[in-house]
Structures are given as structure tokens and as C-alpha cells.
């Protein structure tokens, strides 16, 4: 069997096994995620590779290289699902990973480091409220009260429990132990389905990712103005919380026009905004109103230039309106950015392959960003992906997958 076909069975099996109509659920720590390592496992068994598990459960499957002692090469992904997934979205990264290993096995050739596939744990924020929970356990980068804090939205129990649970050690993790050492990795990359339209809409099956954005999230703006009368008050006596919301949005807007003007990464969200129903009405000027931002770029000065921006338009506003708009704390997230001579060996291969691609940013996180954050070069590749991520209908092509393994095979001999 060729390693896509290899690939296609495990997509099929791991489908039918953590069916949860209309999609797939693996829950971090759950059974679909462990039928999901399992499934990959047996791919490493068979070729005889290397097979360890780090104290989360966490799972590296090695092809030894000739120098065991030079820093490795590791491909990565996620196994869990949110809710109903689909089956794409983290798996086809892991399981392209044990492709180009058989692959690489078939053709008798030996790498010059190991390189090493990691099955991941835990990266669906939506079954335990952290990011990247199973990389940052593989680096010791957890704090040690998240792990008994930290509870699985639908058990309610911590997370040391459920690694406890699978046989993993929560206490070596309590204790700040790591299994991964920066240093010793010479670097990760990450394939994974595209989460947006833009390879489905260029017709290109694969892209080679340039940095995952950064955010700033604002949770609790609010804007206050005076209840009054909606038709007994002269307008200059007005101040309307919904239409100063409004002028700043458009503000935000405007800001995003420029920053596309400019060629600059930016993408903005006001994903709340709303008037208290508690105390609002058709026949009454608003007099509170609260919204939040998200807004993403690859650039954290560029985000922290807005921050400063929007708050010094906020105050321009309050002040002609006669309301005050309070953005409120952020949090702010850095950007990953990617490695630029992996960069350059990607897209030295996809020439010289004839495979179509293009470059794109990634909008949503990535377990790639801790390795990033550790210092490691990181790389990433897309594979088109049409409908989204996270819902049922995600839908990738096996000859997309096809290409980018092509893609990820010709990488790795090209590191050597
Ligand atoms: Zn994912």
C-alpha cells in the first residue's frame, strides 16, 4: 500500500470509530482521542519506529537517524476534535507525518537526525480552557496549579485526574518536569488543513504558512450615555451610547481599510455589541452599551500601535459625545512567526515539485506557537480545506493531501 493509501484507512477508521453524527468528537484525554493515537500508533508499529509517550500522554513516534545525539526533526499535530468536529482538523497533521515516514522507510532512506511524529493532546480550547495544553505539558510550561484547576467541560473533573486516569504522571508535570528540551529539537513543523477559504477559493491545494497572528482581545468595552426620552430631547442634549458605539466602530473599520491600504496583516472583530436589555427600549436613547474586540495581526507592534490608537479616538469620541467609552484591559497573545529558511526550503520545493501554492498567515492557533515561543524554527503547511474547521462539514481532498505529503516528504530529505 502506498503511504496515501496508508493515510486514506486511517482517515476512514478513525472516522467511523469516534463517529458522534453529524461529526466526530475526540475529547482531549477522552476515547476518541485515544482511539486516534492508537490508530497512528499502529502505523508506527508496523514500520517498526521508536514509540515513547511523555508524562501527559503526549505520543512520539521516531524514525532513528544516523547521529542519535543531533538535534531532531519533529512533525506535529493535534488528535482531539471539538464537539461534532470534523475529522480533518488537527489528525490529517499527524497522520501526514506517519505518510512521509512510510514513505521515507519505503525508500531505505535514513535520516541524518531522528525525526520524530508527535501526536498531541489537548489543543481544542473547548474541553479544557487553555491554549496548547499538550505542547505546553510537553515543555514543562503548564503552572502547576492549572492542573488540578483546569476542568474538562463536560466531566467537570481536573486535568490531573484525566491524565492520571490514562496512566500518564500528573505529579512529574505538578512538579515542572519536561520532556522536550528546546535545544534539542532543530525544528517542528505543523501540516494542517487551511481553517479558512483562501486556498479553496484560489484553487491552490496547498499553502506554506508565514506566522500565525498574534491577538489583543478586549472583553469588557462599554460605552456610557444618558437614558432619555426618545423623542422629547433635543438632539444636542443627546448622548447616545449606540451612536457613539457605531462612530467608533467605524472608526475600527476605517483603521483596517488603512492597514489593507498599507499591505499590513490585520484582521478585526466586534464579535459582541450589544444594548442592556434590562433597561433598553424602542421609544429610549441608550444610555449603556458593551462590546468586544478581537483584533489579530503577525505584527505586535502593529497591535499595539491600535491599541493606542483606538483608545486615543475613543477618548476624541466620548468627548464630542458626551459619553464616556472605556475599552477596558487586554490581553494580548504574541504572534508565531515562522522560520524563514524553512520558509525558503518549502518554497524551493514546491518549484522545483510543480505543486501549485501560495503563501498565507494563519488566523487561528497553533501548537506550533510553543515550539516558536521555545525558541525552536518552526514551519507550517496548509492543505486546502473547503467549509471551515471546527463543524461537520470540513472537507478535504486526499489528492490535496496527496500533494502536501509530496511537499513534507521532499522537506525532510532536503534537511537530510
Ligand atoms: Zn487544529
Not at 112 to 120: E, R
Not at 215 to 240: E, K
Not at 268 to 296: Q, V, W, Y
Amino acid at each position: 500500500m502506498s503511504e496515501i493509501d496508508i493515510a486514506q484507512k486511517i482517515f476512514d477508521e478513525m472516522r467511523e470509530k469516534t463517529a458522534d453524527p453529524p461529526g466526530v468528537t475526540r475529547k482531549s484525554f477522552g476515547d476518541g482521542e485515544n482511539i486516534a493515537h492508537g490508530l497512528v500508533g499502529d502505523v508506527a508499529r508496523n514500520l517498526n519506529l521508536e514509540i515513547a509517550h511523555d508524562y501527559a500522554g503526549n505520543q512520539y513516534m521516531t524514525l532513528p537517524g544516523t547521529d542519535r545525539d543531533a538535534p531532531s526533526i519533529m512533525i506535529g499535530s493535534h488528535m482531539d476534535s471539538v464537539p461534532h468536529g470534523g475529522n480533518y482538523d488537527g489528525a490529517a497533521g499527524v497522520i501526514m507525518g506517519m505518510a512521509a515516514l512510510h514513505r521515507l522507510c519505503g525508500d531505505g532512506w535514513t535520516p541524518a537526525q531522528d525525526i520524530t511524529v508527535m501526536a498531541i493532546r489537548a489543543e481544542e480550547l473547548v474541553w479544557f480552557p487553555t491554549p496548547y495544553a499538550g505542547s505546553r505539558m510537553a515543555f514543562g510550561l503548564l503552572p502547576s496549579g492549572d492542573y488540578d484547576e483546569l476542568k474538562r467541560s463536560d466531566t467537570g473533573r481536573s486535568l490531573a485526574d484525566h491524565i492520571n486516569d490514562l496512566g500518564f504522571d500528573a505529579d512529574a508535570l505538578k512538579a515542572g518536569k519536561a520532556y522536550l528540551d528546546g535545544a534539542k529539537i532543530r525544528c517542528y513543523i505543523e501540516p494542517h488543513i487551511e481553517q479558512g477559504p483562501a486556498l479553496f477559493e484560489a484553487g491552490l491545494p496547498v499553502a506554506i504558512v508565514t506566522g500565525i497572528r498574534g491577538n489583543l482581545r478586549y472583553r469588557f468595552c462599554r460605552v456610557d450615555g444618558t437614558y432619555s426620552h426618545a423623542g422629547a430631547v433635543p438632539r444636542a442634549f443627546r448622548h447616545d451610547a449606540v451612536f457613539a458605539a457605531v462612530e467608533f466602530a467605524r472608526v475600527l473599520e476605517e483603521h483596517w481599510n488603512q492597514r489593507d491600504a498599507d499591505g499590513v496583516d490585520f484582521v478585526c472583530t466586534m464579535g459582541e455589541f450589544h444594548t442592556n436589555p434590562t433597561h433598553h427600549a424602542m421609544t429610549k436613547i441608550s444610555g449603556e452599551l458593551s462590546f468586544t474586540m478581537d483584533i489579530r495581526s503577525l505584527d505586535n507592534d502593529v497591535l499595539l500601535e491600535t491599541d493606542a490608537y483606538l483608545r486615543e479616538q475613543a477618548e476624541r469620541i466620548s468627548q464630542e459625545r458626551g459619553v464616556t467609552i472605556d475599552l477596558g484591559d487586554f490581553t494580548n497573545a504574541k504572534p508565531g512567526i515562522m522560520d524563514p529558511d524553512l520558509r525558503a526550503i518549502l518554497q524551493d520545493q514546491v518549484e522545483k515539485l510543480d505543486i501549485p501554492a501560495m503563501n498565507l498567515s494563519s488566523g487561528a492557533g497553533h501548537d506550533c506557537a510553543t515550539f516558536a515561543n521555545e525558541g525552536v524554527p518552526t514551519a507550517m503547511i496548509f492543505i486546502r480545506n473547503d467549509k471551515g474547521s471546527h463543524n461537520a462539514d470540513e472537507t478535504m481532498e486526499i489528492e490535496d493531501f496527496a500533494e502536501a505529503t509530496r511537499l513534507l516528504v521532499a522537506f525532510l530529505k532536503e534537511l537530510g
